[in-house]
């Protein structure tokens, strides 16, 4: 058991450290980096999309069947996201000391990082749960699925009005509830499949909360021609780059 937790916590510790992508943009001047970032959010829209639709979805339907209880878990993912939001909405839409304004769309993205990474945490658990082999093929495909996906939350706090450094703590921290979803899983063992059968429904309806309801609205502010294509580019860049993932996982 001692190898399990050793591997376990190793593992997402990696993991975890995957919020650290955006530190490569820190030599790019800030007013450069921001005529870029509504770009990142067109491919983080189609991350975010794909990676409900294409990973969170499918694997909750093939474990649990297409049933009453998914549907539920996604419309619960959906409506938590809307009271979050409402709430931030009503206490802290508010300047920051430097004076820029913080959208509520970017702490809304925080709450569902955080939810996500934790059932990261509970995946990775449940595979080392099974054997030390399944586990570290885990591990590789949350990797995989969290490189895209980390990018993507970066230029969305960036967007939203975080600066770099804050941008990037606050990545980090939603990044470690991996190691709380890491812990129940190992502590709950067998009763660990009733969790997740609840939390990846629910994840996915919270990633579509995000994309159609915050970060699609953001899009739709450009309306050039050429610049509409590009995003729309890199909004189909997302899904395919999550497609493509199901190959290598």
């Given at each position: 058991?001692?190898?399990?937790?050793?591997?376990?916590?190793?593992?997402?510790?990696?993991?975890?450290?995957?919020?650290?992508?955006?530190?490569?943009?820190?030599?790019?001047k800030e007013k450069k980096l921001r005529k870029f970032l509504i770009y990142l959010v067109s491919f983080s829209t189609g991350?975010?999309?794909?990676?409900?639709?294409?990973?969170?979805?499918?694997?909750?339907?093939?474990?649990?069947?297409?049933?009453?209880?998914?549907?539920?878990?996604?419309?619960?993912?959906?409506?938590?996201?809307?009271?979050?939001?409402?709430?931030?909405?009503?206490?802290?839409?508010?300047?920051?000391?430097?004076?820029?304004?913080?959208?509520?769309?970017?702490?809304?993205?925080?709450?569902?990082?955080?939810?996500?990474?934790?059932?990261?945490?509970?995946?990775?658990?449940?595979?080392?749960?099974?054997?030390?082999?399944?586990?570290?093929?885990?591990?590789?495909?949350?990797?995989?699925?969290?490189?895209?996906?980390?990018?993507?939350?970066?230029?969305?706090?960036?967007?939203?009005?975080?600066?770099?450094?804050?941008?990037?703590?606050?990545?980090?921290?939603?990044?470690?509830?991996?190691?709380?979803?890491?812990?129940?899983?190992?502590?709950?063992?067998?009763?660990?499949?009733?969790?997740?059968?609840?939390?990846?429904?629910?994840?996915?309806?919270?990633?579509?909360?995000?994309?159609?309801?915050?970060?699609?609205?953001?899009?739709?502010?450009?309306?050039?021609?050429?610049?509409?294509?590009?995003?729309?580019?890199?909004?189909?860049?997302?899904?395919?780059?999550?497609?493509?993932?199901?190959?290598?996982?």
């Amino acid at each position: 058991m001692l190898n399990v937790w050793f591997y376990s916590i190793f593992s997402v510790i990696i993991v975890s450290l995957i919020s650290f992508l955006g530190i490569f943009t820190l030599s790019i001047k800030e007013k450069k980096l921001r005529k870029f970032l509504i770009y990142l959010v067109s491919f983080s829209t189609g991350a975010l999309l794909g990676d409900a639709f294409l990973h969170l979805l499918p694997s909750a339907v093939k474990e649990y069947g297409f049933g009453l209880s998914i549907s539920l878990s996604v419309i619960s993912g959906i409506a938590f996201s809307f009271v979050v939001e409402k709430f931030i909405h009503w206490r802290h839409c508010h300047n920051t000391g430097n004076g820029k304004h913080i959208h509520p769309f970017a702490i809304v993205n925080l709450y569902g990082d955080s939810i996500h990474n934790f059932i990261d945490g509970l995946i990775i658990g449940a595979g080392y749960l099974i054997g030390i082999d399944v586990g570290i093929a885990t591990t590789l495909a949350v990797i995989l699925h969290e490189i895209p996906q980390e990018i993507g939350d970066f230029a969305i706090l960036l967007h939203g009005g975080f600066t770099k450094g804050k941008a990037l703590f606050y990545n980090f921290i939603t990044a470690i509830t991996a190691i709380a979803g890491l812990a129940v899983s190992l502590l709950s063992g067998l009763y660990i499949t009733n969790i997740i059968a609840f939390l990846v429904p629910f994840s996915a309806g919270s990633l579509i909360y995000i994309a159609g309801s915050d970060l699609i609205p953001e899009l739709h502010k450009e309306v050039a021609v050429k610049k509409s294509a590009i995003q729309f580019g890199l909004f189909l860049l997302g899904i395919f780059v999550m497609f493509a993932l199901l190959y290598l996982e």
